[in-house]
């Protein structure tokens, strides 16, 4: 690929980026640091590929997240009602600033550090029904009901609900193009459940952060109704959705690093750091949240028009020769720190310190039970979900080899 001008797009094939997205965005970031993309819904937009450009854009405030600086006639990006839309994704200061502060105080280290030992027994209660059978999908059997479980719990979501949010959450992310309305029906049935949900709440709170959230917004007045509604819509889908991957990706690497994975094993008190490189090297979130410039904005020399949408590559930032040495190894030994899977600036992920634990005690909790777990599939089989924002198996099949008994307390 060469360097893009203004007049010059370069199209971008989803099913390459499903594959392989990391081939792709080595090609544009070698051609140049900026490119005049067509995206996968057949729109224009500015793809940012080097690391010191992604990071220093992150953090840019001239760099919106609110929807009513694109231009005209540009971005149309996912269609959600109001009650929906409120969200910290589509807003900037002081409305992000005054909505975050409200919600961090259930994300503090000390309220996550609760969360330890709930989790630990979800995992092995997890893996009790895994350890039944010789071979299991990890997806649909543990790194999907794990997260659901601990946001749900969070916000107080009963379990017969579970697995519809879980329905709906995966037609919206990665919308079936024969079947378009199946994201719009989601929509609808997330707004009818958060809606009752919330009510139910009302009537009878609960310990929970949804009760603490309404409590906020009946008591205090500090919150509007659609930003209660798409608040607590942002946790239960970012909490599930980008964590779900995290672990599925994280399982994958490992499996296929066979030698690192023995080292890991033989020092498991590595894994906390280990967690980081595993984040950077293939981690859930390829691109950043679309951002509209609300001027001219200059970047490596290459100026992107107020408005126009802007899409920051962390996936090839993350394979920069210039900031990380042999990007594209897998090594349990780098020092992965600065990476910007979790993102950067004041949109950096809010539930980071509950995605790292649930990762970490997720790897922990399964290397434990299945010391010769293997992979169950060929590496040309899997299937990756058909997304440019997200990257994520669709199934991880494994056999399950020798079980160990759990035991930690549950």
Not at 21 to 40: E, S
Not at 374 to 384: F, I, K, M, N, T
């Amino acid at each position: 690929m060469t360097q893009t001008t203004p007049g010059q797009q370069t199209p971008i094939d989803p099913a390459t980026l499903a594959d392989d997205p990391y081939a792709v965005y080595t090609q544009l970031r070698r051609a140049g640091p900026v490119h005049r993309i067509t995206g996968t819904d057949g729109l224009p937009a500015w793809l940012v590929t080097r690391y010191d450009d992604v990071r220093q854009a992150l953090a840019d405030p001239r760099l919106s997240l609110d929807k009513r600086n694109a231009a005209p006639g540009g971005y149309r990006g996912m269609a959600l009602p109001p009650a929906l839309d409120a969200n910290l994704l589509n807003m900037d200061p002081p409305d992000h600033t005054r909505i975050r502060r409200l919600v961090s105080r259930a994300f503090t280290p000390r309220q996550i550090e609760q969360l330890r030992e709930p989790i630990r027994r979800t995992a092995d209660q997890l893996l009790d029904a895994i350890a039944a059978a010789e071979r299991a999908d990890l997806i649909a059997s543990y790194a999907a009901p794990l997260p659901i479980t601990v946001i749900c719990d969070l916000l107080g979501v009963a379990p017969a609900d579970r697995f519809d949010f879980r329905s709906w959450t995966d037609a919206l992310v990665a919308p079936d193009p024969a079947r378009p309305f199946l994201a719009k029906e989601a929509v609808g049935n997330m707004l009818s459940f958060l809606t009752q949900l919330i009510a139910d709440k009302r009537t009878a709170p609960t310990d929970d952060l949804l009760s603490a959230m309404i409590a906020v917004r009946d008591e205090e007045d500090r919150l509007s109704e659609d930003e209660l509604m798409s608040l607590a819509f942002l946790i239960l889908f970012a909490g599930y959705e980008n964590t779900v991957h995290l672990i599925g990706n994280a399982v994958l690497t490992l499996l296929r690093h066979p030698d690192q994975l023995a080292e890991l094993r033989a020092d498991p008190t590595r894994l906390s750091a280990v967690v980081e490189e595993l984040a950077r090297y293939d981690g859930p979130v390829p691109l950043a949240i679309r951002r509209f410039p609300t001027e001219d904005v200059t970047v490596s020399g290459v100026t992107i028009p107020a408005g126009e949408t802007v899409l920051l590559s962390l996936a090839a930032a993350h394979r920069d020769p210039q900031r990380f040495t042999d990007p594209d190894r897998f090594s349990i030994d780098r020092d992965a720190t600065g990476h910007l899977a979790l993102g950067h600036g004041i949109h950096y992920c809010l539930g980071a310190p509950l995605a790292r634990m649930e990762t970490e005690i997720a790897l922990s909790a399964l290397l434990e039970r299945f010391p010769e777990m293997a992979l169950d599939v060929s590496p040309g089989e899997l299937q990756w979900r058909p997304s440019m924002r997200s990257r994520g198996l669709l199934s991880l099949p494994v056999r399950t080899g020798t079980i160990k008994e759990a035991t930690t307390a549950r």
